[in-house]
């Protein structure tokens, strides 16, 4: 009996990959000739994939060849303790530098300690508990949803947008070719072809107010890479000419920043003194500036000259304010 089950859930997996690499579908000969299987087996497979595992098939043409409905299944993954416990990990730091509640994250994070042993399950759901008591404002699980589903089925996306300068709202067709998470920002972003700009372009995906997957197909270009085109980026800020950004860190903060690889193209030295530099490749340097000032006067800026001019300034007015006391005290 253990056999069939063990037999009959390896084919079901089996069956949910073939299905879902093939969106023109299989026949059920396909299926029952790769699988081994009669026909009639095939058969009361695909009715336990829609009434019992929920996963949603249609079937075209004469014989019919069944297939996966974009965007509303991915088949099932073994893994490892290791692997739980890098998405944990991922979902843990996700948790913390996100500003928007988002119910997909939850869920996923629900699932995940299904599989967990108990002895780390618990600690998902105190995370689970943390974000959902954090559940203020607008849920993004909407907009998320949409632009994946126009990430992963290739189809334009129409959205309302508001920029952070602006109080009006513009609509834009999108093309997305990228979703990243910044962890400098705490926001999501998406990345792709707009309208208008007629060129790529970057969207906060807190800022953008509605979304509405169309028909409309597209291609992402062969050469375009995500994970590249921020390669010299120090967040999401991309485009423009590689700057060198230096640094000088005093020796209180020299061991925190040579434990930690802050940017792929990192130079760090260390200094007579106890402390260390640090030079980075980036583009848009003042995107760093939140991290440099987070560092206090355990760090000064050597170059470039305008980076370092606009820290004195910030420094001047800091002082300016904090020199003065409380207003109103």
Known sequence: MSDRIQNKAGRLSALSHLLYRNPNGMTVSELAEICHVTKRTIQRDLRTFESTMGVPLTAMGDPPRYSIIKGGYLPPIRLSLDDAIALYLAGRLLARQADAYSQPVLTALSKLAQILPESISGHVHDTIREMAQQAQGRDLAPIL????????????????????????????????????????????????????????????????????????????????????????????????????????????????????????????????????????????????????????????????????????????????LYGEGPQGA
């Not at 995906?205 to 980026?233: D, K, M, N, V």
């Not at 106890?274 to 560092?295: A, D, F, K, Y």
């Open 145 to 320: 949803t949409t632009l994946a589903d126009g990430w992963a089925s290739r189809r334009e996306v129409e959205i309302r947008y508001q920029s952070i300068g602006s109080q009006n709202v513009h609509g834009y067709r999108l093309r997305p070719y990228f979703i990243e998470a910044s962890g400098e920002s705490r926001g999501f972003y998406v990345i792709g072809w707009a309208s208008w700009f007629n060129k790529v372009n970057t969207f906060r995906i807190e800022r953008i107010l509605e979304a509405r997957l169309t028909s409309t197909p597209f291609e992402i270009p062969e050469e375009f890479s995500g994970p590249e085109l921020l390669r010299s980026a120090w967040g999401v800020m991309y485009g423009g000419p590689e700057e060198t950004v230096e640094l000088r860190f005093a020796a209180a903060a020299s061991r925190r920043v040579q434990e930690t690889v802050w940017h792929p193209s990192q130079v760090l030295s260390c200094t007579p003194d106890g402390g260390c530099t640090l030079q980075v490749r980036v583009t848009n340097p003042i995107e760093m500036l939140p991290w440099i000032q987070s560092w206090g006067p355990q760090v000064e800026v050597l170059a470039p000259l305008y980076l370092r001019e606009t820290l004195r300034a910030s420094a001047a007015r800091l002082a300016a």
